[in-house]
DNA sequence: GGTGTATTTTAGCAATAGCTATAAATTCCG
DNA sequence: CGGAATTTATAGCTATTGCTAAAATACACC
């Protein structure tokens, strides 16, 4: 078992590189050659070789994103409470499409809504990483509910689907150029939407 | 100033097949042979003839989308009060967006959000209708605020871009598979920051 | 029937899509 | 140095992209 001969560019670096194309381009607008010029790879087969065919290599970039640029997801559930893991998802959300770092939006919205047949994968991988994001969020507020944090009475699937809305409508208001002010003053009204207190038994 | 031979097929039948294509799969992820064979076009150059290149057939296309499955936008906002030209924009759109009739979501949203720099037409005309909605919404709560309709210390504009945001997320939501019971509880909740008007001074 | 006009048909353009076979290059191990 | 392993480079594959020139066709009017 041997050495051979070393790859010519930095994989992580060409992934984030890919992940920019992707998020401004989506799936079936990027070309192999926007990839492989954007990566820094000067031939397809090396871009072959390292990532495997388009699908398998957006799947990596995707997980390179919830890894990177989206990782304020994950770790807004860590907050205490439900109401400020919430306000840290969406307040994040605001501050993470509109940053000048990367290209607005949120690629797992914005990746591939509609697309046609030959992009069935991609779509489907968005779908249900959005659906999972859903999800995580529901637990999160069940968990609330049963500790007390939330009300009795809440929903948590409910309030998940409409705040996990809120988030992906701000998505589309980022790529539509909406300023980091406005994506916080969203955030700021749909909070109010916030289940109030059981009132304590007199 | 004389007949010529007839056209084969219908225009705005064959403009709703269009719009179907491009709603379903989007702006580039929609070739002109989708368009020719969804439309019983049998070769490019009728197309071509009869609605210009791909660009000009997707602006017919949204104005056609705008004046039919989308007509209920403009209707909303004749309702009598502010509250029900919201809620007949929300709750259309949940019936809209899961209409069996129709792909699912919205061409607006779905149809250009992410794009190579060949489609930028495409985006741009989008992110200006999306803009238009909102703008129109904006200027009926202005409307409502200065009749008295809405508190005087309620903010249209903020209101306006909330509940567009409803909108948006609504038809990712509906692009995800959400069910028309679902949206229409988003749309439940998402109405309750409506602001409480101003107490009657005693 | 002939003429003018608008549409359809046929055929094909240059460019790009995603992808790959083959061979040259560069490393580690012995 | 001599393999073995791995990546890079060259070249090119088939298919499709948006689009169009030129010719054939079908109508209205005279």
Redesign the pocket.
Known sequence: ?????????DSEAALDRALEVFWRQGY?G?????LTKAMG??????L???FG???QLFSKVLDRYADGPARYIREAFDQPTARAAVEALLHGAADATTDPDHPRGCITVQGALAYSPGATSAREELTARRAAGEAALRARLERARDTGDLPAGADPEGLARYFTTIYQGIAVQAAGGATREQLHQIVDTAMTVWPAPAPTPA
């Open positions: 078992m041997a050495g051979g001969r070393p790859r010519a560019f079936e990027t070309g192999i050659s926007d790879i000067n031939n397809a087969p090396s072959y070789n390292a065919n388009k699908e």
